[in-house]
């Protein structure tokens, strides 16, 4: 229940395309759904969240759609560009709790 | 924003030894602090949550005796790997929480690529 699936594994994107990451939650105490971007050697930054009581999130060119009722969440990076080409991590957390439970992380590739 | 600090960011020691890795908070006080161990090209595995001037609370399969954390001030968590061994190798990444923050003041380290040899 403490799980967070995440699909695909890997994505090869042209650049100037869409790149879409799926999450999927079990535990419905989950209250917080942030979006992280890793480049190699180095931690986690978080790109953008969201919380259960909106649908969407936009910030520049990404956005969170969020599914409360299927309890799955997607990330989507509009006009894809060689920069994006990281690991991405989605995660789950509860008030109750604050640990972060993490998505087993997609490698985008962005082809130029 | 929130700066989160981690030395060293490579280390490689031998065999037996111990290897101490510091996670500070630069312009902010963490009130808790989060010790992550990731694999090559895995996911980032939540082992211990140290909260300021108590013991940590580890996760299940970590052994507290020889991943000993200390959080002594709202701006230091120190993780300290006792006798390494090669299976230790791995990426280990702190994050921490803002006192005053809620669910989005996490920030987390820059990381420290552990290798026993």
């Known amino acids: 229940q403490q799980q967070v699936k995440q699909s695909p594994q890997s994505l090869i994107v042209q650049k100037g395309g869409i790149s879409i990451i799926n999450c999927a939650y079990e535990?419905?105490?989950?209250?917080?759904f942030p979006w992280y971007q890793q480049f190699p050697g180095k931690g986690p930054a978080l790109l953008i969240a969201i919380r259960p009581d909106v649908s969407e999130k936009k910030e520049g060119r990404f956005t969170i759609s969020f599914n409360k009722s299927a309890k799955q969440f997607s990330l989507h990076i509009m006009d894809s560009q060689p920069g994006d080409s990281a690991t991405y991590f989605c995660?789950?957390?509860?008030?109750?709790?604050?640990?972060?439970?993490f998505g087993t992380g997609t490698r985008l590739k962005v082809l130029a | 924003g929130a700066v989160v600090s981690q030395h060293p960011s490579r280390v490689i020691c031998k065999s037996g030894t111990s290897v101490k890795i510091e996670c500070r908070s630069l312009d902010f006080q963490a009130t808790t602090m989060f010790w992550y161990r990731q694999f090559p090209k895995q996911s980032l595995m939540l082992m211990a949550t140290s909260n300021e001037g108590s013991k940590a609370t580890y996760e299940q399969g970590v052994e507290k005796d020889k991943f000993l954390i200390n959080h002594a001030s709202l701006t230091l968590s120190t993780l300290t790997v006792t006798s390494a061994h090669p299976e230790d190798s791995s990426f280990y990444i702190c994050s921490a929480r803002a006192g005053t923050g809620g669910l989005d003041g996490y920030t987390f380290g820059s990381g420290t690529r552990l290798t026993v040899v």
């Open positions: 535990n419905t105490a989950f209250d917080y």
């Open positions: 995660a789950a957390s509860s008030s109750g709790t604050y640990k972060y439970i």
